[in-house]
């Protein structure tokens, strides 16, 4: 059922901005990107999630295609703590609004 | 911190027994979601309760039920358990109204059937 596509894992130095891109290219009109990211075994945290504006806040930034087709997370300045595996998931609001969890990106900062 | 808790942290038990994991969601969110994350099977989804009502399920065994109370807190109950069942187990909460519906998750309860 997996509605995005990652790359399995991803270096990037420290300091310097770390993008995540996700594929989501059957992604329907009232479906949303999410992202978030889980540090080794602790429960999963919310980074950010958009519709079809890109989308920023106090830790990241989302950049949405205009075909909605694909988005790149934006980590800024990525410092060791944002090691983790960063999963994108299209959702639709409201309802149910199960998330489900694909392999994600495995991110590596590296010092 | 999230808001979210769960207990216990650990539980180690034997084969064919049953336990009693709880969470209780963030102060003002009515939705309560259990997955589980095995190493094989990365994070499911297993079930979601809004408000005392189950609203939605998800990959959850016969032998798994859950329940959300008055209070909103939340318990999932495994029976007959397996080995295959060793897992960490989140709960997450959410508003779900509005435009408000992102989910926090709790630290986890890691089971262990030996």
């Known amino acids: 059922d997996a509605k995005t596509t990652q790359p399995t894992s991803m270096d990037c130095a420290e300091g310097r901005a770390a993008n995540l891109p996700c594929n989501h290219s059957t992604i329907s009109g009232n479906e949303y990107v999410y992202w978030y990211r889980q540090i080794h075994s602790q429960g999963p945290q919310y980074i950010i999630h958009g519709l079809k504006n890109n989308e920023t806040n106090e830790m990241a930034s989302l950049i949405i295609t205009e075909d909605r087709k694909s988005s790149t997370l934006i980590l800024p300045h990525a410092t060791l703590r944002d090691t983790a595996v960063y999963y994108c998931?299209?959702?639709?609001?409201?309802?149910?609004?199960?998330?489900?969890f694909g392999t994600g990106t495995r991110l590596t900062v590296i010092p | 911190d999230s808001g979210v808790t769960q207990t216990p942290k650990h539980l180690i038990t034997a084969t064919g027994q049953r336990v009693t994991l709880r969470c209780s969601p963030r102060?003002?969110?009515?939705?309560v979601y259990w997955y589980q994350q095995s190493l094989d099977q990365g994070l499911q989804f297993l079930i979601q309760?809004?408000?005392?009502?189950?609203?939605a399920k998800g990959n959850i065994l016969e032998r798994f039920s859950a329940q959300q109370f008055p209070d909103l807190h939340s318990e999932l109950n495994l029976s007959s358990l397996e080995l295959g069942d060793s897992a960490l187990y989140f709960c997450?909460?959410?508003?779900?109204?509005?435009?408000?519906?992102?989910?926090?998750f709790g630290p986890g309860t890691r089971l262990t059937v030996l």
């Open positions: 309760y809004y408000n005392g009502e189950e609203r």
């Open positions: 102060s003002g969110d009515l939705s």
């Open positions: 998931i299209v959702s639709v609001r409201g309802g149910a609004n199960n998330l489900f």
């Open positions: 997450a909460s959410s508003v779900l109204a509005g435009k408000r519906n992102e989910q926090f």
